[in-house]
């Protein structure tokens, strides 16, 4: 099995932290609009992407946010089902949200043999280049 582990802000989004979004948010196709007038847009091409690596990989999300916020994102864009055991977290460690997943994939005996990890940030890259060897690296800009 082959997992695709992506980052939210910057990556699947334009915002760089969704977690300073309000609720309640209204959405208005691929934009939300926060209870302050605040914007966030999906990337072109992030319904189509999720949709066509859905039936080719497993995919998690592994993301430094206040889950609260940004949960209702995902929610209401009709993303969230696309991922398994996502990882939001108050934390930047996303070599251990990835390690955490294993962990959850190999406990309902999935075998997780390929993995690709997306990240706007080449700070988390790196660490997770350095703690898990055998993840594929991409920093998307």
Excluded: Q
């Amino acid at each position: 099995m082959r997992l695709l582990v992506l980052n939210l802000d910057g990556t699947l989004w334009d915002h760089e932290d969704a977690s300073r979004l309000v609720p309640p948010y209204e959405f208005h196709g691929d934009c939300l609009t926060d209870a302050h007038g605040d914007g966030l847009h999906l990337f072109p091409g992030v319904r189509e992407f999720l949709e066509w690596t859905s039936w080719r990989f497993l995919l998690t999300i592994v993301s430094w946010n206040v889950g609260e916020r940004v949960r209702p994102i995902l929610e209401g864009f009709g993303l969230w089902d696309y991922f398994t055991f996502p990882k939001i977290g108050g934390h930047p460690n996303k070599a251990d949200m990835i390690r955490r997943t294993l962990e959850e994939l190999a406990s309902i005996g999935y075998n997780v043999e390929d993995i690709i990890y997306v990240d706007d940030r080449g700070i988390y890259v790196d660490e997770v280049r350095m703690t898990l060897p055998e993840v594929d690296l991409s920093t998307c800009w």
